[in-house]
């Protein structure tokens, strides 16, 4: 680098690291990222140090039809912010380009589902062990009725632990729920959901009746003697993640709201509508249900590509 800007981009590394402490593998990556920018205004004409903001914008450009990923385009703006911070800071413009730059949109990752397999064998395992009783039988009847209730409805996991305890009383084949925002929702109960949490209540009354002194009637159906009154939701992740590694299934793949995910991918996947599936889930924009759109889409592709003939011989060609 013998120009001035090249001159300036030394002295912002200088700076990074003697101000800021800056590592050498980051200083390494502001100066890579830093000369492929100035590559690219100097193929416009223009010095790093007189960049205007269309000028950065196009630079972006340039990296999406390269096809950089939003979170390497991100990266590169951010050492440009840096540069231009800098610039303005010791006099050198009178501006900051980047500071109407949107930084690039990142691809919305898609949920992690359960296959229809795995779900049957976490439930399979808790009910299981909910048959055998145990040390203690009315933890293992928690966590079954746990787990049928919420792949029966979808529930928030903080929906979930802090249903109240009148739910018991209700006969019906439906839960109503109140979510975000203080709104209530319908949730419907399947067969299975409903004798797993009743089995659990009658065990609960039964062992609070056998204890000397019964501890005192608690509002919530799964009570703790934590602040909240009810089960804490890290509790729940917890022992879910210790079934799922009894049950055989990957333990890291497995959280309470993955069972959410797989309530409504499963919907989707066997014909049910978007929009009733969105009242299900108690989402307010329909955009977000439609994620679930999208992984059915991306598990088709996957299913097109290991199967289909035309796929395996062009795989073969590569």
Do not use: C
Not at 31 to 51: H, I, M, N, W
Not at 137 to 153: G, S, W
Not at 189 to 194: N, P
Request: proline residues 5%; aromatic residues 6%.
């Amino acid at each position: 680098m013998i120009d001035l800007s090249a001159a300036h981009m030394e002295s912002f590394l200088e700076m990074m690291s003697a101000e800021r402490g800056a590592a050498n593998n980051t200083l390494i990556s502001y100066e890579r990222d830093l000369e492929d920018a100035y590559s690219f205004l100097k193929q416009r004409g223009v010095k790093p140090t007189d960049a205007a903001s269309e000028d950065l914008r196009a630079y972006l450009q340039h990296l999406a039809q390269q096809g950089f990923k939003a979170s390497s385009q991100a990266r590169r703006l951010s050492a440009l912010r840096q540069f231009y911070k800098f610039l303005y800071a010791e006099g050198l413009r009178t501006d900051d380009p980047t500071g109407v730059l949107d930084a690039p949109k990142k691809a919305r990752s898609l949920p992690k589902v359960l296959s229809i397999d795995d779900v049957s064998k976490l439930i399979g395992q808790a009910e299981q062990e909910a048959a055998q009783g145990g040390n203690d039988p009315v933890a293992r009847l928690r966590m079954h009725a746990l787990i049928e209730l919420l792949y029966a409805t979808g529930m928030r996991v903080s929906e979930l632990v802090s249903l109240p305890a009148s739910v018991l009383a209700q006969n019906g084949r439906f839960l109503v729920v109140r979510g975000k925002g203080n709104k209530e929702r319908m949730v419907p109960l399947s067969h299975a959901a409903i004798r797993a949490m009743q089995a659990y209540g009658a065990a609960m009354a039964s062992n609070n009746a056998a204890q000397e002194t019964p501890p005192p009637e608690s509002p919530w159906l799964f009570p703790s003697s934590g602040k909240a009154g009810y089960l804490p939701r890290q509790v729940f992740a917890r022992d879910l993640k210790d079934l799922a590694a009894r049950a055989g299934i990957r333990v890291a793949a497995i959280s309470p709201h993955v069972l959410r995910h797989a309530f409504a991918s499963h919907l989707l996947a066997n014909g049910a509508d978007l929009r009733a599936v969105q009242e299900l889930l108690g989402h307010s924009d329909i955009s977000t249900t439609q994620i679930y759109t999208h992984v059915l889409e991306e598990r088709l592709h996957q299913l097109v590509q290991n199967h289909h003939p035309l796929a395996k011989q062009a795989k073969k060609q590569d």
